[in-house]
């Protein structure tokens, strides 16, 4: 399984950026993929999350500025971001979840077994 995400890069604060990230040789017709992020010196944490069928779950700083969809057929997640903040600026990571189900765990991130390299997104006050 390879996750490959794109889409990063620099924008000035209340802009937006769209991520993308396309799994490759994941088969599951049940799954669960999301978005985690880390800027320097802090935790990873759970940005936003897409079940196969459609359920979602956002952390509360992105709540009304982010949107996570999903194409099934090409197995591609995207993280739409608008009225951007400097707080979003950190390395974004693309998730899959560890092994097809109808169980969805949010932002559960010990629940995702297979992950991207990451993507920069910068944001300039």
């Known amino acids: 399984v390879q996750l490959v995400e794109s889409g990063g890069g620099s924008v000035q604060a209340g802009g937006s950026l769209r991520l993308s990230c396309t799994a490759s040789?994941?088969?599951?017709?049940?799954?669960?993929m999301g978005w985690f992020r880390q800027a320097p010196g802090k935790e990873r944490e759970g940005v936003g999350s897409?079940?196969?069928?459609?359920?979602?779950k956002y952390a509360d700083s992105v709540k009304g500025r982010f949107t996570v969809s999903l194409d099934n057929a090409k197995k591609t997640l995207y993280l739409q971001m608008n009225s951007m903040k400097a707080e979003d600026t950190a390395m974004y990571y693309c998730?899959?979840?560890?092994?097809?189900?109808?169980?969805?765990?949010?932002?559960?991130?010990?629940?995702?077994?297979?992950w991207g390299q990451g993507t920069q997104v910068t944001v300039s006050s």
């Open positions: 998730g899959a979840a560890a092994y097809g189900s109808y169980w969805y765990s949010g932002l559960q991130e010990s629940a995702f077994g297979y």
């Open positions: 040789g994941y088969t599951y017709s049940n799954y669960f």
């Open positions: 897409i079940s196969s069928y459609g359920a979602t």
